[in-house]
């Protein structure tokens, strides 16, 4: 049997680097999150506390939109910096998403409010693929 040493060594070594970085990023993720929340005309919390199944639909996606780049920046980060600068890009860009859906179908946030399910679906799958393109992207 090989000896553990150099795992462990590396394991101690490199923790508190991998806990900076996650925390960093969750706490990016909370952040956005938040922010395209307060920026969003509809108050998403109460509107899936009252069972709107739209809302719910519509802020998973925002929450995977925002974390999926995140995570691919997180893979390839030098440091805490690469992380809040490319999570505040990535929101830029998911609210940019939630711009185009509302263009493209108008009224965005009344239908999310009516509990249209099909314009959330559209909308949470656009967060999706420019979640996606900016994946890619970052990861270079």
Known sequence: MTDPMPVIQ????????LLLHLASATLVWL????LYM?????DEFALIRAGNEAAAISLGGAAIGL???????????????DILIWGSVTL???LIAFRLVDFL??????????NERSAAI????MKAAVACLTSAAVAG
Do not use: D, K, Y
């Open 10 to 17: 590396s394991l101690l070594s490199g923790l508190p680097i």
């Open 31 to 34: 952040l956005a999150l938040g």
């Open 38 to 42: 307060w920026i969003t005309p509809h």
């Open 67 to 81: 974390a999926l780049p995140l995570g691919f920046c997180l893979a390839g980060s030098v440091n805490a910096w």
């Open 92 to 94: 830029v860009l998911q």
């Open 105 to 114: 179908l108008g009224a965005l946030s009344s239908r999310i409010e009516a």
């Open 122 to 125: 559209f909308l949470a799958m």
